[in-house]
């Protein structure tokens, strides 16, 4: 979704993983963690917010992320809502249906 990649864009240029070898490969591995999910969507927990929708937690305390996603059944995909630090105000799953 267009949101969820602003959101991975955002989160490469904050960390700096253009120039830092450990944050790109931890910038990397949530890329990788993220297209896992299309192999077992289930595997991750339903959000507080929204039973609609489940959560992929990625990364260590305190830098914890949240990928916020839907799996869409008819589509047989999954598709990802926000990527965010776990620490940010409770996710408002209203913001999904807004365009952009």
């Known amino acids: 979704m267009p949101r969820a990649e602003r959101d991975l864009s955002e989160l490469y ?6 120039s830092s070898d450990a944050a790109l490969a931890w910038y990397l591995g949530l890329k990788r963690s993220i297209r896992c999910l299309r192999n077992n969507p289930s595997r991750c927990s339903v959000t507080p917010e929204d039973n609609n929708l489940r959560h992929l937690l990625y990364g260590n305390k305190p830098h914890i992320y949240r990928v916020i ?3 869409s059944a008819e589509a047989k995909a999954v598709e ?3 990527i965010r630090h776990g620490a940010r105000r409770e996710f408002d799953p209203a913001e ?3 365009p952009g």
């Open 13 to 18: 240029e904050r960390i700096n993983a253009a």
């Open 80 to 82: 990802i809502l926000h």
């Open 96 to 98: 999904t249906s807004s």
């Open 69 to 71: 996603f839907r799996i």
